[in-house]
T-cell receptor
Framework: GENVEQHPSTLSVQEGDSAVIKCTYS??????FPWYKQELGKGPQLIID?????GEKKDQRIAVTLNKTAKHFSLHITETQPEDSAVYFC??????????????FGAGTRLAVHP | NAGVTQTPKFQVLKTGQSMTLQCAQD?????MYWYRQDPGMGLRLIYY???????DKGEVPNGYNVSRLNKREFSLRLESAAPSQTSVYFC??????????????FGQGTRLTVV
């Protein structure tokens, strides 16, 4: 079945360093790749997404890259700050009939940014 | 704008008891979803409702039932709770689009413990 693998499971960086989280997906029909940030005690919140017709997308300190051939996509956070500390999830979704969005999630990465 | 609201936030059940988790969204979204989140496993889809009047099984539907009461509300029922259903449950919703996947908005979660 469809599967999304995410690495690493934990990541510890110093404030100001960059952080990179990588995901691979199995379903070649996937065409939508969102990244969610989950803070303690809260629900996941979308921080950036990319579609299969785009190779890279940036939003201030965060960027996502997509390699469709390798079925691989990554999240890059530059100039990390303590408030970036959270659990990050990647996800993949194909275009389902009926207009809904059937997301398959990775297992998550716990990012800790130390002052 | 409340977004997606889940009740209750916390619940402890005894094995064999039943309960219903409630979810409501005020964004006029067509599709709604129930996920469970377990350590090291990301979020897994239990059931979804592509539109009012329809429901379908996700990855892990066994032991659960759902009801799409109206466009706003989507409930998840555990008929006979088991310790394996101890988890954090998230409800989510998405707007309908014929052309592209849209952002999933999540509730705050319900932390359920079955003893």
């Amino acid at each position: 079945g469809e599967n999304v693998e995410q690495h690493p499971s934990t990541l510890s960086v110093q404030e100001g360093d960059s952080a990179v989280i990588k995901c691979t997906y199995s379903d070649s029909a996937s065409n939508y790749f969102p990244w969610y940030k989950q803070e303690l005690g809260k629900g996941p919140q979308l921080i950036i997404d990319i579609r299969s017709n785009v190779g890279e997308k940036k939003d201030q300190r965060i960027a996502v890259t997509l390699n469709k051939t390798a079925k691989h996509f990554s999240l890059h956070i530059t100039e990390t700050q303590p408030e970036d500390s959270a659990v990050y999830f990647c996800a993949a979704s194909g275009r389902a009939p009926g207009g809904y969005n059937k997301l398959i999630f990775g297992a998550g990465t716990r990012l800790a940014v130390h002052p | 704008n409340a977004g997606v609201t889940q009740t209750p936030k916390f619940q402890v059940l005894k094995t064999g008891q039943s309960m219903t988790l409630q979810c409501a969204q005020d964004m006029n979204h067509n599709s709604m979803y129930w996920y469970r989140q377990d350590p090291g496993m990301g979020l897994r889809l239990i059931y979804y409702s592509a539109s009012e009047g329809t429901t379908d099984k996700g990855e892990v539907p066994n032991g659960y039932n759902v009801s799409r009461l109206n466009k706003r509300e989507f409930s998840l029922r555990l008929e006979s709770a088991a310790p394996s259903q101890t988890s954090v449950y998230f409800c989510a919703s998405t707007a309908r689009s014929e052309y592209m996947n849209t952002e999933a908005f999540f509730g705050q979660g319900t932390r359920l413990t079955v003893v």
